[in-house]
């Protein structure tokens, strides 16, 4: 069986295309690459991916 939830492109992706990631939020957030989707997708907790985007918001200051 499929998940239903949908998969948005992240907006910290790059705006070439080429360095896409997608998530899906929920109980759990997933992110995948769009260019291997086939791979798979890791998967974080709502707060450890809250902390990752601090943190990357952080790194571009």
């Not at 995948?32 to 601090?54: E, V, Y």
Request: charge should be negative.
């Amino acid at each position: 069986m499929s998940d239903p939830r949908p998969w948005h492109k992240s907006t910290y992706s790059g705006g070439s295309g080429a360095e896409c990631v997608e998530v899906s939020e929920g109980n759990e957030v997933r992110v995948r690459d769009t260019q291997n989707r086939d791979l798979g997708h890791i998967t974080f907790t709502p707060a450890a991916w809250s902390t990752l985007l601090d943190g990357i918001k952080a790194a571009q200051h």
